[in-house]
């Protein structure tokens, strides 16, 4: 089938309640029609999600907003103009028709609007916003190819959209307008200097602080099965002699001492190519039955930000013994 052609077929399924991996610029998404609750349900229950855990709405219009929500602040109207279709996802007071699985019962909504032409084609043919999470099982990395999501859920999903490899590759960025000043609640593909330099500051949510307003802030989060060390100090390696160690490097490392598999998110160190190849290079050194995954530092400058947030919650706190 032609593209086009799929799309459409994939939006009659959506329309009919069925459940669609489809791909957006940051990560694949698991969708379905945001006003049919029984097809949100089997969303969370084919990711093993937490019913506490609320869902983002896709839309395909920066005007679908105003239906969606009771109203939106002058900052959120401001990012939305600069950074829609993109990687920014605003939490806002949500309007009563919204079905309280989508938001976990919570009064609030977030909502973005995707970039990737397939995502876009998918809500504007299913004549619906898109309720989706990343389509993974929960806890574990989000899909960045259409094969990560074969592999997690392929079974279990009416039908994989393929777009090919996510070009952002980390999750949107997640921005609360519920209180005075705007917050941070997730870093994400639009860096937090691009956000402060429309809005000027915002508040930032450290991890682990307070209860966390979206489990995608609980500390340990995005784990693969393999242990990432992010703490730890090359002086150190002799002690791991008879282990089989993977290592995530930023750019080419210079010693490669006794390493099993290196991956390296980007030869020239550039933070956006480290993004868009972060999970993936996770999940093939995950696949290696190793014993340990030591990270390197990122700059947290950028995406650098959501990178390092991402490696933390996948971490093993602690030291290496
Ligand atoms: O880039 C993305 O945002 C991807 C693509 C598919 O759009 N989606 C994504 O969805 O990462 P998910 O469900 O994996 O992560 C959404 C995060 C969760 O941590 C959730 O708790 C939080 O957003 N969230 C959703 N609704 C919220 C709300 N009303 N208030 C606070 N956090 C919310
Ligand atoms: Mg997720």
Redesign the pocket.
């Known amino acids: 089938m032609r593209d086009k052609e799929l799309i459409q077929h994939a939006a009659e399924i959506i329309k009919r309640g069925g459940i669609v991996a489809f791909p ?1 610029e ?4 698991l969708g379905a029609d945001a006003f049919n609750p029984l097809a949100v349900a089997r969303i969370f229950e084919v990711k093993r999600r937490p019913s506490f ?4 709405v ?1 839309v395909a219009n920066p005007a679908d907003v105003k239906k969606l929500v009771k109203e939106i602040p002058s900052n959120a109207k401001k990012l939305i103009e600069r950074f829609w279709p993109g ?1 920014l ?1 605003v ?1 806002l007071l949500k309007e009563e028709d919204i079905p309280d699985i989508v ?1 976990a019962g ?1 009064p ?3 909502i ?1 609007m ?1 970039s990737h032409p397939m995502a876009l084609s998918l809500i504007k043919e299913s004549n619906s916003p898109i309720a ?3 389509a993974n099982l929960f806890g574990y990395l ?1 899909p960045t190819t259409a094969e990560h999501v074969q592999e997690q859920l392929g079974d279990q999903v009416d039908l994989i959209l393929d777009g090919g490899p996510c070009p952002v590759g980390v ?2 960025t ?1 921005i ?1 307008f519920l209180e005075e000043r705007p917050r941070l ?2 870093p ?2 639009v860096s937090l200097e691009e956000i402060e330099s429309i809005i000027g500051k915002v508040e930032i949510h450290a991890i682990g602080e307070e209860r966390p ?5 609980l500390p340990r989060h995005y784990a693969p099965r393999t242990p990432i060390v992010l703490d730890w100090d090359k002086k150190n390696l002799d002690l791991l002699e008879d282990k089989k160690i993977g290592l995530l490097a930023f750019q080419e490392p210079k010693n490669y001492l006794k390493f099993q598999s290196i991956e390296v998110l980007s030869k020239k160190g550039d933070i956006r190519e480290a993004a868009a190849n972060l999970f993936a290079a996770i999940r093939r050194l995950d696949a290696l039955d190793l014993d340990l995954i030591l990270a390197e530092p990122i700059p947290e400058v950028g995406l650098g930000r959501a990178i390092m947030d991402r490696l933390r919650r996948a971490s093993t706190k602690g030291e290496i013994n």
């Open positions: 957006t940051t990560v694949y998404g855990d609320p869902l983002i896709h990687p996802t939490v938001t919570l609030t909504l977030a973005r995707p989706a999470p990343s989000s999750e949107s997640i609360s609640l997730r994400g593909g307003h979206a489990p995608g802030m």
